[in-house]
């Protein structure tokens, strides 16, 4: 009588069913005919279907799902040797100018090219006094330089109203903006910034890496270093 009373307050529940089913890989070989007998209701519908049908149902899926992973790995690998080859284009061009005096304008306009980048600005300060007529050479204030020391990685976002958006063409259509400090060591005031802006509110994000635009600074600032005094 324990033993029934006991079981009577202890039912047994969904989770020792499936505790037993895991537990007991045989049980279905002992009991083949309830894999065709028991029905589930297919996700893709109201209908019925069995285990069986079930199960081939979830392996479809799982496929589907690693031919979306795969596809993704090549769209994102082509993307990668896109990027790359872009990259050595705009870094050939910097090695490939004999004048310091034009640099910024080459980095700017090349970036602008190859990177389809709707607007481009740059601005480089404490150059040499030969440099300082040049237009890049001119036009950031302090709170501006100041704002490009505060940067410790390039800034992406919408533009809320910042003041270098004014070295922009056409500042007004610049919806999301990217800031990139240039710097001689990773720990050293901004010497100069790069502006990269888009109508597009999607193109500079909060979320999007910034690895990339690191490499650009950094090797815009070692090109760059040739114009300082």
Not at 35 to 42: I, M
Not at 51 to 75: F, G, P
Request: aromatic share 6%.
């Amino acid at each position: 009588m324990n033993s029934i009373h006991q079981a009577a307050m202890n039912p047994i529940t969904e989770d020792d069913i499936a505790n037993y089913l895991a537990n007991t890989p045989d049980f279905f070989e002992r009991h083949a005919q309830l894999l065709s007998q028991v029905q589930l209701t297919s996700p893709h519908g109201t209908r019925a279907v069995s285990l069986q049908e079930r199960q081939a149902e979830m392996l479809r899926e799982k496929i589907k799902a690693l031919e979306h992973r795969v596809m993704d790995m090549v769209r994102h690998g082509t993307e990668n040797v896109v990027t790359a080859d872009r990259l050595q284009r705009w870094t050939r061009g910097l090695l490939t100018t004999r004048d310091p005096r034009s640099l910024p304008t080459r980095i700017a306009g090349d970036l602008q090219t190859l990177f389809m980048v709707p607007q481009v600005a740059i601005k480089v300060w404490d150059c040499d006094g030969s440099y300082a007529s040049e237009p890049y050479a001119q036009q950031a204030s302090e709170d501006m330089k100041a704002l490009a020391t505060s940067l410790t990685a390039p800034y992406c976002g919408l533009n809320s109203g910042f003041d270098v958006a004014g070295w922009l063409a056409e500042p007004q259509a610049a919806v999301s903006i990217a800031l990139i400090p240039l710097r001689p060591e990773p720990d050293a005031p901004a010497f100069g910034l790069l502006v990269l802006a888009s109508p597009d509110a999607q193109r500079f994000h909060a979320d999007m890496g910034t690895d990339f635009l690191e490499r650009i600074a950094e090797l815009a600032s070692a090109a760059l270093s040739r114009l300082r005094s």
